[in-house]
């Protein structure tokens, strides 16, 4: 059963651009949703994370947006540049992660100059 | 700080045989993971450990085993390999305190089994 739904596998914008990756989750005792970066042979970052309690996060270019009655949520990267070409994956978890987090299966974004 | 460092970077395994991937942290964090990531499947959660002698069964554990002796160090134990493990293992950590609940990610062992 997969808990966390992540759309679309691969995404291609071009410089300038606003990229946005959705994903969906089904348990609804999840608190805490956090996205994860990855390059190439590289292991995965926090790049930014959201807690239900709130509808939207800012960091610079990046914004996760919180739909809790849909229990969807996703990425919006602002003003996208070639070095925001990578993998993300949304996750899920609950009390923070103590037993682990549910991952989506990954987004590969291509930023075209 | 090194951060989470993981040891080996590449391995071919022989089906049948026994392996210990290697993890160690230097951030002095109680939470440790591992994970195994296949292509266009995420990170599934393998074994974690919220503190030295505690471990305990993530999503997909059979055919690991897993040892938390210290706070520094989470190895992952393979026995009799199977195709099926042939993967990139992540091993994670994390304070899990004070509001922060980011994990640290090693930068991954990768696995063949043939």
């Known amino acids: 059963q997969q808990q966390v739904k992540q759309s679309p596998q691969s995404l291609i914008v071009q410089k300038g651009g606003i990229s946005i990756i959705n994903c969906a989750y089904e348990n609804t005792a999840f608190d805490y949703f956090p996205w994860y970066q990855q390059f190439p042979g590289k292991g995965p970052a926090l790049l930014i994370a959201?807690?239900?309690?709130?509808s939207e996060k800012k960091e610079g270019r990046f914004t996760i947006s919180f739909n809790k009655s849909a229990k969807q949520f996703s990425l919006h990267i602002m003003d996208s540049q070639p070095g925001d070409s990578a993998t993300y994956f949304c996750a899920a978890t609950i009390g923070g992660g103590a037993d682990g987090l549910t991952f989506g299966k990954g987004t590969h974004l291509i930023i075209q100059p | 700080n090194a951060g989470v460092t993981q040891t080996p970077k590449f391995h071919i395994l022989k089906i049948g045989q026994s392996m210990t991937l290697q993890c160690t942290q230097d951030m002095n964090h109680n939470y440790m993971y591992w994970y195994r990531q296949d292509p266009g499947m995420g990170l599934k959660l393998i074994y974690y450990s919220v503190g030295a002698g505690i471990t305990d069964k993530g999503e997909v554990p059979n055919g690991y085993n897993v040892s938390r002796s210290t706070t520094e160090d989470f190895p992952l134990r393979l026995e009799l390999a199977a195709p099926s493990q042939t993967s990139v293992y992540f091993c994670a950590s994390s304070p899990l305190g004070s509001q922060n609940y980011e994990q640290y990610f090693g930068p991954g062992t990768r696995l063949t089994v043939t």
């Open positions: 959201i807690r239900p309690d709130v």
